[in-house]
């Protein structure tokens, strides 16, 4: 079966970056909806950012706006999560999704998605 694939996870102190890689080279790049979420431990897993293919629209969680940014390589087909500032909250399992002709803020929504990766984990030391 088809899965996006994360990488980049990692451990980091507050305050410091990381970027997360989505290989999704298994998919075909034409109105998909590439996620992340995340889920911390005890917790549900939440919507973090996601991006539309064909016209790069973005969206994010208002707990990561203005740290997390999400890009898109097409011609990778791979989808990156530049992580900064990064906080001890922002610690959980991190996992891609992807979803074809998905649009609009929808994308958020965990639900909306049938493709799963495995998951990164990211720990921030305070």
């Known amino acids: 079966e088809v899965q996006p694939v994360e990488s980049g996870g990692g451990l980091v102190q507050a305050g410091e970056s990381l970027r997360l890689s989505c290989d999704a080279s298994g998919f075909t790049f034409d109105r998909i909806g590439i996620g992340w979420f995340r889920q911390a431990p005890g917790k549900e897993r939440e919507g973090v950012s996601c991006?539309?293919?064909?016209?790069?629209?973005?969206y994010y969680a208002d707990s990561v706006k203005g740290r997390f940014t999400i890009s898109s390589d097409n011609a990778k087909r791979t989808v990156y999560l530049q992580m900064d500032s990064l906080k001890p909250e922002d610690t959980a399992v991190y996992y891609c999704a992807a979803e074809p002709r998905l649009y609009g803020s929808r994308c958020l929504g965990q639900w909306e998605y049938d493709y799963w990766g495995q998951g990164t984990q990211v720990t921030v030391s305070s």
């Open positions: 991006i539309i293919s064909n016209d790069g629209s973005t």
